[in-house]
């Protein structure tokens, strides 16, 4: 069966660009949630969509940061203007509820922005 | 805001030692309680949930102290293939899912 795909893996930008990052959330799971890990921060959760609604965005940094689920199969997570400070792994999660024992992690996009 | 502390590391152990560690959380609301495992450059997976009476899978035993607010995670006979960083996750009340910053376990022939 196939996890969660994430697009794309390495990501390489010039401050000031936009970045789009991709999502395929596992079949069948209602809930997707968008984390960034850096060493200083470790593990952070951004936002998180149930049934393709956002439910809590508390998270997302600024609003540089937006995330969008258009249908059960794919969600996007933008950055306009990236920044240096940006520059992180981002993971996507899919479940099929709420609690971190379900939830499964795709490979993550290592993100650099120069 | 609340916090979940674990002691970075790293802990470097021998092949077949046993090892141990603990977690810390701020919010005596919290509900759940797990670790997770993260392999250098990979995503983290589930290990184990944390259940209040204690629980245990094969080497690995969770176990929580609400009192105190701490989970521990203890590795019996380790392997080499236990190398890597554990993470604690601990979720419930208004703070939702929390993320410690995980502790690097090397384990050395």
């Known amino acids: 069966d196939a996890g969660v795909i994430q697009s794309p893996r390495h990501e390489v930008t010039e401050m000031g660009q936009e970045v789009t990052l991709r999502c395929k959330p596992i079949?069948?799971?209602?809930?997707l949630f968008w984390y960034r890990q850096t060493m200083m921060r470790g593990l952070e959760l951004l936002i998180y969509f149930n049934n393709n609604v956002p439910i809590d965005d508390s998270g997302m940094p600024e609003d540089r940061f937006s995330a969008k689920m258009p249908n059960a199969s794919f969600s996007t997570l933008k950055i306009q203007p990236s920044e240096p400070r940006d520059s992180a792994v981002y993971f996507c999660a899919s479940s099929f509820g709420r609690g971190p024992d379900t939830q499964y992690f795709g490979p993550g996009t290592r993100l650099t922005v120069l | 805001r609340k916090e979940v502390e674990q002691d970075p590391g790293p802990f470097n152990v021998p092949e077949g030692a046993t090892v141990a560690f603990n977690c810390t959380y701020s919010?005596?609301?919290?509900?759940?309680f797990f670790w997770y495992r993260q392999d250098c450059r990979k995503e983290p997976k589930l290990l184990m949930s944390v259940y209040s009476s204690g629980n245990e899978d094969g080497r690995f035993t969770a176990q929580l102290n609400r009192a105190s607010q701490y989970i521990s995670l203890l590795i019996r006979d380790s392997k080499l293939s236990d190398s890597a960083t554990y993470l604690c996750v601990v979720s419930g009340g208004a703070d939702g899912l929390t993320f410690g910053k995980g502790t690097h376990l090397i384990i050395q022939p």
């Open positions: 079949s069948g799971h209602n809930s």
């Open positions: 919010n005596s609301a919290s509900q759940s």
